[in-house]
């Protein structure tokens, strides 16, 4: 990922609170010499041997991701965060001299490490209860695992395989305005405050951070 040092970010904690955030992330792996991509959520655990912490998930076990995969080669994680179109209408600059074009802003993680794959029914019965618990979290009424038949459990987690990431490397990048001066910075928070949408205004809290 091209990062310029003005929008990296270094901060570990940083990078998994977002991983945390926003778990449903597209996983890169290498099958016959090409790149294939597979969208799903991911619980992160923070330790568990791992300085950066550890990535699990699940396929479905007709995907064959997981038996096809190349072995040799880590796998990527991309986790995308708040983002947001950025118009130079935003920018009082605009009106001084007009040289301002328009941008995205956006967060974005990178996790690498090696794939393992997890058939054991115990493993992936607990991973799907710190899934779903962590999105059903806040929620009125919480759905949780022993909610449904145990035996139709047990029938759907034999349907699926699990998948574990000891991250390896973590690159962080948010690019939220900072090679813009302040007034500009300010006008960017202001119009967006303006687009009334969660994105907008995550977007908006970012810069202002």
């Given at each position: 990922m091209y990062a310029p040092p003005v929008f990296r970010e270094d901060r570990i904690d940083v990078m998994q609170d977002l991983m945390?955030?926003?778990p449903f992330a597209t996983l890169i792996t290498v099958e016959d010499g090409r790149p294939n991509a597979t969208h799903i959520p991911f619980a992160f655990h923070a330790g568990d041997g791992s300085e950066f912490g550890t990535l699990r998930g699940h396929v479905a076990r007709p995907?064959?991701?997981?038996?096809?995969?190349d072995a040799a080669i880590d796998v990527l994680v991309v986790f995308q965060g708040p983002h947001h179109y950025?118009?130079?209408?935003w920018y009082p600059s605009k009106a001084e001299h007009g040289k301002v074009v328009p941008t995205w802003n956006y967060a974005m993680v990178h996790a690498q490490g090696p794939l393992r794959v997890v058939e054991d029914p115990d493993?992936?019965?607990?991973?799907?209860?710190?899934?779903?618990?962590?999105?059903?979290?806040?929620r009125n009424t919480r759905w949780k695992l022993d909610d449904a038949p145990s035996d139709y459990i047990e029938k759907m987690v034999r349907g699926i395989v699990g998948l574990e990431i000891p991250i390896s490397r973590l690159d962080g990048k948010w690019k939220m305005s900072q090679n813009r001066n302040a007034g500009d910075r300010a006008g960017v928070v202001?119009?967006?405050?303006?687009?009334?949408?969660?994105?907008?205004?995550?977007?908006?809290?970012?810069?202002?951070?």
């Open positions: 945390r955030a926003h995907n064959p991701v997981w038996s096809a995969f950025i118009t130079p209408s493993w992936l019965l607990a991973h799907l209860d710190t899934l779903t618990d962590g999105q059903e979290t806040g202001a119009g967006l405050a303006a687009e009334g949408t969660d994105s907008a205004a995550e977007v908006a809290r970012n810069i202002a951070d």
